[in-house]
């Protein structure tokens, strides 16, 4: 006899995982970074420093930092903000977490409950939405352009919300390299959202995960650093510049509102050795290193957008990246992202369908989101070709490819 | 103005932290290990070994392995656990996790509901019974002896609910080196306690996180390995033999469960450094490395009890600890450990009060758990007899300590 869980499992866990079957040869969805990049030698070098000088440290659950992380890490954090994104923070109000994903579990669930409401950007991460969704959290989507989120959607939004008796609990935003259309909100809308936050007397959950690899333009100031009043909640990660597999990622926070989360971070702590090499190589490495990925990622990018116009025409759309790891294309109306995703996985090729990105999945179902961060000039290329020839034998676009003509 | 967050929190964030103040000069609390035997030096050996052969398979979220955790690390848990614990399990059956108490949150969040049941051992540790409080689960406290969980307890237990009409979600229990008593419960209970459980239809969820640790008799094979019918879920750490910050600990489960379990570990991962480290250095170092633990460990309970006799004398009684890091130590009834904590904090000295360690508080309110793992044998001599003083103060007990008559 062999016992019946499903009898048994609780509401939450209906989802079922299917064993893992490995990367397909042109994975273009996830936020992978390329594998070059990842600065190894540096970082053993840091580990074993670090590890000979502290490693004793390892004894105690919080090492002598306490729960909220690694301090030297967390000084780490506070100096390189105000470097990059003109924030004065202490490390009393950064909280390191299991990459920004348990950042942003922590923060939804300090403050959302069945039935809320949140206001974010209508075009958004995936993971985001989904969490949402399983909270069973109502999300409204706002209309967005080249410069992000529009604050005229918004404050319209916010204004048919209270109209309805539905005060939101928040606003989600990633204004910088916002996931999926790499735009940058300016610093005159970053001012113009706070003041309709303070309107509406809701907070800011600013998730800067991005905000490192803009190639093109300024980095703006951080909303949280134009705030005044302790309206903003912020969270980033080391994933995309260093690693994504060591899982470091932070919240920076009020502590009226951190001491509230901090109870919720319940695994006793996140892995100390990767606090630990970070502490130690960030400090004299973080800005060159960054510096470094920026022109590769461009190139990539490029790579991308060239091949999306040789292949596919006048039939993409998209604005052009000026940082991140991913492209919103638009393809022509009768394209449904989500069978072109099935018909492309077949084919190898791995893309993130539009509504699982979008608030307004039936709006989007034409758009899809393609990640250049992992796979090689080479192999963009030749999935970008691939992609372009189910498109085409799926939904007869594009009809024209290079020098090609399908039909 | 200071936006005011108290107004929409969620109820799940009702609780505070408070600012960390360091450790107290006699911590006898939490799961902290002896500082020297972190193997600070073996470690960065295998850290910069294995970043530079797979430090590049960190720009993918779960490198060469996928979302179950590092695959030679997963490989080394199941040789491992055939040794110790006659588990025969494969790598498909394991996901590593943020140290077990990850893996506790996630069993936890798979099966349970509010309102449900868990049954588990009457005294037991006080992260399980906070965490099944937050859920709104109730449980059951089972009666022990010398050999833990006594199954003629058991029973009356899974027969008193079922008469109420209430079939519990899980028997949890800690078979090996139990938190807090240090017993141990013999194959044949475990065996009987795996017929009660197929009696009842109940699965079992074994916390095996101390089972390395016995330095006294042999380690039994685990409920898991005893099983037929894939009743038993497993959790385990490396917490307590290499160093708890370090983060990883682990769930084995047959796979209907556990791809029930892996969509709501939903970070992204845990630290890659960390399993890499673990992976590199376990297969040749782990039996050496906790063989060489135990004399310290020995003589560290030795201390302990040692200063409970001299120093409390009649008045403490306790199981002489054969593994583990912590004694159970009954008091006087007059004692009321909760109050005894608090005068004892004041004079610098850490303990976990019986009512938050036991399922019956009242019953146990002159019980207290005695954590000897970090502490030297100098800081436990010293403790101990600091906090004979202050017991006898607050409670007129011990009267007579070492060749002292207090009075």
């Given at each position: 006899?062999?016992?019946?869980?499903?009898?048994i499992?609780?509401?939450?866990?209906?989802?079922?995982?299917?064993?893992?079957?490995?990367?397909?040869?042109?994975?273009?969805?996830?936020?992978?970074?390329?594998?070059?990049?990842?600065?190894?030698?540096?970082?053993?070098e840091?580990?074993?420093?670090?590890?000979?000088?502290?490693?004793?440290?390892?004894?105690?659950?919080g090492?002598?930092?306490?729960?909220?992380?690694?301090?030297?890490?967390?000084?780490?954090?506070?100096?390189?903000?105000?470097?990059?994104?003109?924030?004065?923070?202490?490390?009393?109000?950064?909280?390191?977490?299991?990459?920004?994903?348990?950042?942003?579990?922590?923060?939804?669930?300090?403050?959302?409950e069945?039935?809320?409401?949140?206001?974010?950007e209508?075009?958004?991460?995936?993971?985001?939405?989904?969490?949402?969704?399983?909270?069973?959290v109502?999300?409204v989507?706002?209309?967005?352009?080249?410069?992000?989120?529009?604050?005229d959607?918004?404050?319209?939004?916010?204004?048919?919300?209270?109209?309805?008796?539905?005060?939101?609990?928040?606003?989600?935003?990633?204004?910088?390299?916002?996931?999926?259309?790499?735009?940058?909100?300016?610093?005159?809308?970053?001012?113009?959202?706070?003041e309709?936050?303070?309107?509406?007397?809701?907070?800011?959950?600013?998730?800067?995960?991005?905000?490192?690899?803009?190639?093109?333009?300024?980095r703006?100031?951080?909303?949280?650093?134009l705030?005044t009043?302790?309206?903003?909640?912020?969270?980033?990660?080391?994933?995309?510049?260093?690693a994504?597999?060591?899982?470091v990622?932070?919240?920076?926070?009020?502590?009226?509102?951190?001491?509230?989360?901090?109870?919720?971070?319940t695994?006793?702590?996140?892995?100390?050795?990767?606090?630990?090499?970070?502490?130690?190589?960030l400090?004299?490495?973080?800005?060159?290193?960054?510096?470094g990925?920026?022109?590769?990622?461009?190139?990539?990018?490029?790579?991308?957008?060239q091949?999306?116009?040789?292949?596919?025409?006048?039939s993409?759309?998209?604005?052009?990246?000026?940082?991140?790891?991913?492209?919103?294309?638009?393809?022509?109306?009768?394209?449904?992202?989500?069978?072109?995703?099935?018909?492309?996985?077949?084919?190898g090729?791995?893309?993130?369908?539009?509504?699982?990105?979008?608030v307004?999945?039936?709006?989007?179902?034409?758009?899809?989101?393609?990640?250049?961060?992992?796979?090689?000039?080479e192999n963009?290329?030749?999935?970008i070709?691939?992609?372009?020839d189910?498109?085409?034998?799926?939904?007869?676009?594009?009809?024209?490819?290079?020098?090609?003509?399908?039909?």
């Amino acid at each position: 006899m062999t016992f019946d869980y499903s009898a048994i499992l609780s509401s939450r866990a209906a989802a079922a995982a299917s064993p893992w079957k490995g990367y397909p040869p042109y994975h273009f969805v996830g936020g992978n970074i390329d594998e070059p990049t990842v600065p190894s030698e540096a970082l053993a070098e840091a580990v074993k420093k670090v590890l000979l000088a502290e490693g004793h440290d390892m004894a105690k659950y919080g090492m002598e930092s306490g729960p909220q992380g690694y301090l030297p890490l967390r000084q780490f954090i506070c100096d390189n903000l105000k470097r990059c994104a003109a924030m004065k923070v202490s490390p009393d109000e950064v909280l390191v977490t299991t990459g920004s994903l348990q950042a942003m579990d922590l923060v939804n669930a300090a403050l959302l409950e069945p039935g809320d409401v949140v206001v974010l950007e209508g075009a958004n991460y995936g993971g985001a939405l989904s969490r949402l969704r399983k909270l069973g959290v109502d999300f409204v989507g706002v209309d967005l352009d080249e410069g992000g989120m529009r604050m005229d959607s918004l404050r319209d939004t916010m204004e048919a919300l209270k109209a309805d008796g539905r005060k939101p609990k928040m606003i989600y935003t990633i204004p910088t390299v916002q996931n999926p259309t790499g735009t940058v909100m300016s610093t005159e809308r970053r001012l113009e959202m706070l003041e309709i936050a303070r309107d509406y007397d809701v907070p800011i959950f600013e998730d800067d995960c991005y905000a490192d690899l803009i190639w093109e333009g300024e980095r703006p100031p951080a909303i949280y650093s134009l705030d005044t009043d302790g309206r903003v909640i912020y969270c980033a990660t080391f994933s995309k510049t260093i690693a994504p597999a060591l899982r470091v990622g932070y919240i920076v926070a009020p502590w009226t509102v951190l001491k509230h989360i901090m109870p919720l971070k319940t695994d006793g702590g996140s892995g100390a050795l990767e606090q630990m090499v970070l502490a130690e190589y960030l400090p004299s490495n973080f800005e060159r290193h960054v510096n470094g990925l920026l022109p590769m990622l461009k190139e990539k990018a490029e790579a991308m957008t060239q091949s999306l116009d040789e292949h596919f025409g006048a039939s993409a759309d998209y604005i052009k990246p000026i940082g991140g790891i991913y492209i919103w294309v638009t393809l022509p109306d009768m394209v449904d992202t989500r069978k072109l995703s099935a018909a492309a996985a077949a084919a190898g090729v791995a893309l993130n369908p539009g509504p699982e990105w979008s608030v307004d999945g039936e709006a989007n179902k034409h758009r899809m989101r393609l990640c250049f961060g992992h796979p090689s000039v080479e192999n963009i290329k030749e999935g970008i070709a691939k992609l372009a020839d189910v498109c085409h034998r799926e939904f007869g676009v594009p009809l024209r490819s290079g020098n090609v003509h399908r039909g």
